[in-house]
Structure formats: C-alpha cells, structure tokens
C-alpha cells in the first residue's frame, strides 16, 4: 500500500471531508478521491460510501484508518530516527503555553546546552487549541498543553501524551475579601482567556453548580493583566495558586470541588524515537518527577 493513500485515509477519518482534507493537505479534492480509490484498489475492498453529499468510510475503511496509524508512525520513526543511539542534533520546535514554558521547559535548557551543544530548542508560545494545529501540519515537533480535570481534552489517536505535573487552581479577587461560597460571585463580572477556552468551561461548570451564569466581561490571556484588571475592580477570575500574584490580589482555594490543571507533552506517536525529542522528553519527565 502506498503510505500517501493511507494518508489521505486517516485524514478523511479524522477530518470527514475530503474537501478539508484536500485543504489540510494542499491538494485537490479529486487527487484525494483518486488516491482513496486506488487504494481500495490496493486491499481489494470499498473503504469509503456515499452519505448525502458527503462520504463516509466503511467499516474496512474504519479498519484500514486503525491501522494507518500505526504504519504511517513507523515510516515517519524510520524516516526520522535512523540512529536512536546517536548524539542528539538539530533544531527540536517546541509550543507552548507561557506557563509550561517557564516551569517546564526553561529550567532544563541550560543543562541540556551543556550535555548536547549541537540540540537548539526554538520556543513558540501558543495555547493549547494553536500548539495542537502546529503540531498536526508537523510545524512544530512537541506541544506542551493543559487541560483541567473538571474540563478533560481530547487526545487524538496518533498523539503520544506525557503528564508533566499539576497545579491547583483558585479564584483570584481583591486581596481584601475573605473566602465566601461561589454562589455569592453570582454578581460579579468575570475575567476568562481570551485563546483557550478551557477555563471559560470550568467557570460555567462552578457556576452552573452554584445556580448561576456568570457574567463574562473580559478576556484575558497574560496572567499579569488578569491581576492588574482584579485590583483594578474590574472583575474576578480564575488563577493558579502558589503563583506570585500582584499584590492587592488574593488566591482563595477552591473545594467543592476543586480544580486541578494538568499540563502535558503531547508528540506525534513514533516521532518520540527522534534522539532530540526522546531527550528534551526525559528532561522534562525528570525536571516533573
């Protein structure tokens, strides 16, 4: 079987059009259709038919896809990591939310300059949703994401996740109030991220619990705006604790139910045997340990 073709099924198993795949991919959609019936050609059965005006993939289709991921993991692994053993070499891409990329990534840079001087890590900052786009067109090499556990993302099945730690997360008013039940925020105004929208979903799940819709007046990505916008009067959001926050802005502790952000690496699945990635992941699982 040709790889490409498998290409194009596991995209149009992911994507459901080939329209979008022809995009995703930088072709005409009538090369995605040729290449999907050559390879039914190939494995000598229908992988995809009609549904309305669309198609949608059989079940040897669906089956083919499974497989897809593993085949087209192993020609990229075999492409990419010729000699596992060998000194780690070029640029590793990597994005990543801010935080991530401070508590994560930043402390073993230096000792990976020292141990591997011909690895160069370049850094992108991007939230989650930017960083899984980047790492799906092979833009960037590894993601370092966050969901919450109140607020779970979705992996793919050609992604290899680690998890890297966890922070608790509170709720971050003037420094001059005292912890009072959620409910009583119902009339408050709201700060939540302006680039991902995961802790917008946890919010409403608070509230929603709490008997209320909150009123959500801005949205913020830097976490030291978040700061200036609360001492300022202007609204109340969620943040990390044990963060050094602006004085004036006080962290209270969510418990009922608490809120935990979990922060991951997120590669594609084979690329982890590329000697530089495989290193800058153990650095990270043990710099997280």
Request: no cysteine; aromatic share 4%.
């Amino acid at each position: 079987m040709d790889p490409r073709r498998l290409r194009l099924l596991l995209e149009l198993s992911r994507l459901g059009s080939m329209h979008e795949v022809a995009a995703e991919l930088g072709t005409t959609t009538s090369a995605v259709s040729q290449g999907i019936a050559a390879l039914a050609r190939e494995v000598g059965t229908p992988l995809v038919e009609p549904d309305g005006r669309r198609v949608r993939l059989t079940p040897a289709g669906t089956r083919l896809a499974d497989h897809a991921v593993g085949i087209l993991a192993a020609i990229d692994a075999a492409r990419l990591d010729l000699d596992p053993a060998s000194e780690p070499a070029g640029v590793l891409r990597v994005a990543g939310f801010a935080s991530a990329i401070r508590r994560s990534l930043l402390p073993v840079m230096d000792d990976l300059a020292h141990t591997h001087p011909r690895l160069e890590v370049r850094i992108l900052e991007h939230e989650p949703l930017e960083a899984f786009d980047l790492l799906a067109r092979d833009d960037v090499d590894l993601a370092l994401t966050y969901d919450y556990d109140l607020a779970p993302a979705s992996w793919r099945t050609d992604h290899e996740v680690t998890l890297l730690g966890t922070v608790a997360w509170g709720l971050g008013v003037p420094a001059r109030e005292r912890r009072a039940p959620f409910a009583s925020y119902a009339d408050r105004d709201w700060i939540v991220n302006s680039r991902n929208t995961a802790d917008e979903e946890v919010l409403r799940m608070l509230a929603s619990m709490a008997g209320f819709t909150p009123r959500i007046t801005h949205r913020i990505d830097a976490l030291e705006l978040v700061d200036d916008l609360i001492v300022a009067g202007r609204g109340i959001g969620l943040l990390p604790r044990g963060r050094a926050s602006r004085r004036g802005v006080r962290v209270l502790p969510l418990t009922d139910p608490p809120v935990t952000m979990r922060t991951y690496a997120v590669v594609r699945r084979g690329r982890d045997r590329w000697s530089p990635l495989r290193t800058v992941l153990d650095a990270l699982a043990a710099g997280s340990s």
